[in-house]
Nanobody, 116 residues
């Protein structure tokens, strides 16, 4: 079955960096776009970044442009989110996502806390 497993979250000071990883299984990873979402306490889940299966075209929400980079490694079935210059408002649970055959798949999430 489809599985998405995130890792790499943690506590970091403002201005710091983290790299999130999402390892996929149960489907042909190279065929489908992958996305990172986040959900902060009391807020709706929002799309942070996505990367297309063809040409690896990346898109970002305005609030992370220039600070976050999404990338993928088809040989490892893994998508990454490099997060630099982190701010307290980036604090959230980050989820990996893909969709195909009209079904959305989610990982369990990894918590990122940006705080002194």
């Amino acid at each position: 079955q489809v599985q998405l497993v995130e890792s790499g979250g943690g506590l970091v000071q403002p201005g710091g960096s983290l790299r999130l990883s999402c390892t996929a299984s149960g489907f042909i990873f190279s065929r489908y776009a992958m996305s990172w979402y986040r959900q902060a306490p009391g807020k709706e889940r929002e799309l942070v970044a996505s990367i297309s299966s063809t040409w690896n075209i990346a898109n970002y929400v305005d609030s992370v442009k220039g600070r976050f980079t999404i990338s993928s490694d088809n040989s490892k079935n893994t998508v990454y989110l490099q997060m630099n210059s982190l701010k307290p408002e980036d604090t959230a649970v980050y989820y990996c996502n893909t969709r195909f055959s009209h079904i959305e798949y989610w990982g369990q999430g990894t918590l990122v806390t940006v705080s002194e």
